[in-house]
């Protein structure tokens, strides 16, 4: 299918037919995911998604997530987990679902670390998303502060953060902390 038909599309596509390109058709993997982000930006407060699409969602994305490599697939899908997250209901949900599950809680904790030992300081090019010159790329990891932030509008957010934060934040920071004083 080309690109043009998919966007004229957009508009009509489920979350599942959604997450069904996603998966099966590579060649517009990124549209498709752009499209997906784009759906919960627009359909948060129509509240058109269900719980059900919630769950869904967060079950793929997250699998996704763990393996994926294309940075820009990366920030795409960290964007629709933010948009999608948004509303307190499904962040709720969203924390719930991983808290209940310790598959999704062990994806969940992969994508933290990814996070955390990615070092954009470290890359070639500078990072900043606030200037549009094709040479200074973004940053693929930005959005998943935003999500973490409307995670933590819930009790159940800040409980899984303190707990994220002093299993693999604390470590770290201790360790570049020893390596700065020697």
């Avoid at 690109?3 to 959604?18: N, Q």
């Avoid at 990615?118 to 998303?129: A, G, K, T």
């Amino acid at each position: 299918m080309t690109a043009s038909k998919l966007k004229i599309m957009e508009s009509t596509c489920t979350i599942r037919e959604l997450l069904l390109g996603i998966n099966l058709d590579q060649e517009n993997k990124l549209l498709w995911m752009q499209m997906l982000s784009n759906k919960f930006a627009d359909d948060i407060e129509t509240s058109c998604i269900t719980l059900d699409e919630v769950r869904d969602c967060i079950r793929q994305v997250l699998a996704i997530l763990v393996r994926e490599t294309d940075e820009e697939c990366v920030y795409t899908l960290l964007l629709s987990l933010s948009n999608m997250t948004i509303s307190e209901k499904n962040s709720e949900e969203f924390l719930t679902l991983i808290d209940s599950d310790s598959h999704l809680m062990e994806q969940f904790e992969k994508i933290m670390k990814k996070f955390l030992d990615h070092n954009p300081q470290l890359e070639i090019i500078n990072v900043d998303s606030n200037v549009s010159d094709d040479s200074i790329s973004m940053d693929p990891w930005q959005h998943l502060i935003s999500m973490v932030c409307n995670l933590c509008q819930v009790a159940l957010g800040r409980d899984l953060i303190v707990k994220s934060y002093l299993k693999h934040i604390v470590p770290q920071v201790l360790v570049y902390i020893t390596l700065k004083s020697i």
